[in-house]
């Protein structure tokens, strides 16, 4: 299988090897036909044209029941390309501080003034010394407006020096300044940076290699933006969550930390970013949005998606530019979703041809200006 091609690496079923144990992280996810899978692959066709027609797509991966069933790249993008993740960052980010908590290296209750004493305030207000590890995972710092970094470098200086207007947890406000905190936070209980602590606990595990995460003047994992990752690295660590943190046998991320940072825990139906579309009114966990169906993403501005439906035991992975980010996911909702069937269907040669053809043909068009 070479991932390096920029064609389209279509449905075929993988036959049985023998592989040593120290390479099996390495592998890449198991292949299959959408019909062994039970989807259609009309279905495929059908979600592959809706993407096609938003224009500015980059990639598509489609995982049901742990197998790639659809995968597609918009030439020149390609299946080895790293591309930049923007804010599903986060979802790695909260990662990273729940694998520190399972560690014993801090709590959720812990105060943010605690990690960053000689970056505080000369008189800090009674909000911002109440603010928490949680409040940051949640987005409730309990600020009106969400804090910009200077000249485009954060720092954890400018972040507790921003007015805290509400009491924290109680106001959502999206708020990238504070993941960078949280990054800042494994930094400082860890003494690595968030990729650094990721590497041996998250990344290699899975195969993901090489990854990239871009740092601060201050020397911490930039944690809401900047890390790039292959399309398939993003389907990975969506089926690890999916498979409640276990990976070939072992449990790299608690159960217990999977359910906390993927389920509803504020409220964010009248708040910032609500008004993108329904799917960014169904409440936020840890660094993860909820999506109508019951399912959970970490998502990136400009079309950047990891999206868990459990309902139907599936993953896609999604990357654009600029893209219409509420019509990638009705895609799902309109062609995917209503599709999955809980048995194996009768292949269809005639289907999957037309998706190949489909595939082999997708091009990236001009960004809107």
């Given at each position: ?36 899978q039970?989807i ?34 918009w ?47 000369p ?119 999916l ?20 389920s ?41 998606f990891?999206v ?47 998706v ?14």
């Open positions: 299988m070479n991932l390096k091609s920029h064609s389209l690496t279509w449905l075929i079923a993988l036959c049985p090897v023998v592989v040593s144990v120290t390479h099996a992280a390495s592998l890449p996810l198991p292949r299959s036909t959408p019909e062994a039970g259609s692959s009309q279905a495929i066709y059908d979600y592959v044209e809706a993407l096609d027609k938003i224009k500015t797509m980059h990639s598509f991966m489609v995982v049901r029941h742990g197998q790639v069933i659809a995968e597609g790249w030439k020149p993008e390609s299946a080895g390309d790293q591309h930049i993740l923007n804010s599903v960052s986060k979802s790695f980010n909260s990662t990273a501080i729940g694998l520190a908590i399972e560690e014993g290296k801090l709590n959720l209750n812990d105060r943010v003034l605690k990690f960053f004493p000689d970056d505080a305030p008189n800090p207000s009674e909000n911002l010394k109440a603010m928490t590890v949680r409040d940051l995972l949640t987005m409730t710092c309990g600020h009106d407006t969400e804090p910009t970094a200077s000249a485009g470098q954060p720092s954890v200086k400018q972040f507790l020096a921003h007015p805290v207007t509400y009491k924290p947890g109680t106001h959502f406000q999206y708020n990238t300044m504070g993941a960078y905190v949280l990054s800042a936070i494994v930094t400082t209980v860890t003494g690595q940076t968030t990729l650094e602590f990721l590497k041996p606990r998250l990344f290699e595990p899975l195969g993901i290699e090489n990854p990239k995460w871009l740092t601060s003047p201050e020397g911490n994992s930039l944690g809401g933006y900047g890390l790039y990752l292959r399309t398939e690295d993003i389907a990975k660590f969506g089926q690890l969550y498979q409640n943190g276990r990976w070939n046998g072992k449990q790299l991320i608690p159960k217990k930390w999977i359910k906390q940072a993927t509803k825990q504020v409220p964010n139906d009248h708040e910032s970013h609500s008004q993108i579309g329904v799917d960014w009114q169904q409440g936020y966990g840890y660094q993860f949005w909820r999506c109508t169906h019951n399912a959970y993403r970490g998502d990136g501005a400009g079309g950047q990891c868990v439906i459990p309902k139907e035991d599936m993953v896609i992975a999604m990357t654009a530019d600029k893209a219409d980010m509420q019509a990638e996911l009705k895609a799902i909702w309109n062609y995917l979703y209503p599709m999955c069937k809980a048995g194996a269907l009768s292949e269809d040669n005639t289907a999957s041809e037309k190949k053809q489909l595939v082999a043909g997708l091009l990236v068009h001009p960004s809107p200006r």
